[in-house]
Nanobody, 115 residues
Framework: QVQLVESGGGLVQPGGSLRLSCAAS????????MAWYRQAPGKQRELVAG???????DYLDSVKGRFTISRDNTKNTVYLQMNSLKPDDTAVYYC?????????WGRGTQVTVSS
């Protein structure tokens, strides 16, 4: 029974911050590449940030310097710290776990950036 459960979304003002969390169960967490994707209304899902099993990270260009992905293998949890949020960051954010041919997704959490 694989589960990825996101939390931490909500409504924030432009320039504000949020920290998203994704708690994983049912997988060998430390072996997986973990990532955050997002999908805004009318747009395709896009990779926001990824972190490998060796803590190598990559980011969508538009979030570099503002977002930080991290993982805690002792807690089977991946985080996305989002600072200096912009209205264009508004989307449903999804947690993803990938290893070999295995690919799992959370249900998503809504992030809305608006005055």
């Amino acid at each position: 029974q694989v589960q990825l459960v996101e939390s931490g979304g909500g409504l924030v003002q432009p320039g504000g911050s949020l920290r998203l969390s994704c708690a994983a169960s049912g997988i060998s967490f430390s072996l997986y590449r973990m990532a955050w994707y997002r999908q805004a209304p009318g747009k395709q899902r896009e990779l926001v940030a990824g972190i490998s099993s060796s803590d190598s990270t990559d980011y969508l260009d538009s979030v570099k310097g503002r977002f930080t992905i991290s993982r805690d293998n002792t807690k089977n949890t991946v985080y996305l710290q989002m600072n200096s949020l912009k209205p264009d960051d508004t989307a449903v954010y999804y947690c993803n776990a990938y290893w070999a041919s295995l690919d799992f997704w959370g249900r998503g959490t809504q992030v809305t950036v608006s005055s």
